[in-house]
Nanobody, 120 residues
């Protein structure tokens, strides 16, 4: 079994910053692409950013220039540095990862989410 656990969410004023972390643990052979998604009340879950095992990153247009995704392959962790936050960034943020296990297959895992609330 593999678990993803996010941390670092909270309440911040507009213009502020937060850093989210996500740790993958369990029966891991390799962690490939890691991603951050978010879901605001009444909206669909949307992709925020992703990073391959080689460090190639992709961002949603709405967060480009404000958010930075990074990872520590040795620790199986992914981070999301969020700067210049605005109320539209308020959502539950989810970590997602493609994980290879000992049966030589790739599975997609999700964390339970962490709440980010940006006050105006």
């Amino acid at each position: 079994q593999v678990q993803l656990v996010e941390s670092g969410g909270g309440l911040v004023q507009a213009g502020g910053s937060l850093r989210l972390s996500c740790a993958a643990s369990g029966s891991i052979f390799i962690v490939k692409t890691m991603r951050w998604y978010r879901q605001a009340p009444g909206k669909q879950r949307e992709s925020v950013a992703d990073i391959t095992s080689a460090g190639i990153t992709t961002y949603a247009d709405s967060v480009k220039g404000r958010f930075t995704i990074s990872r520590d392959n040795a620790k199986n962790m992914v981070y999301l540095q969020m700067n210049s936050l605005n109320p539209e960034d308020s959502a539950v943020y989810y970590c997602n990862a493609d994980v290879g296990t000992s049966d030589w297959r790739i599975y997609k895992y999700w964390g339970p989410g962490t709440q980010v609330t940006v006050s105006s």
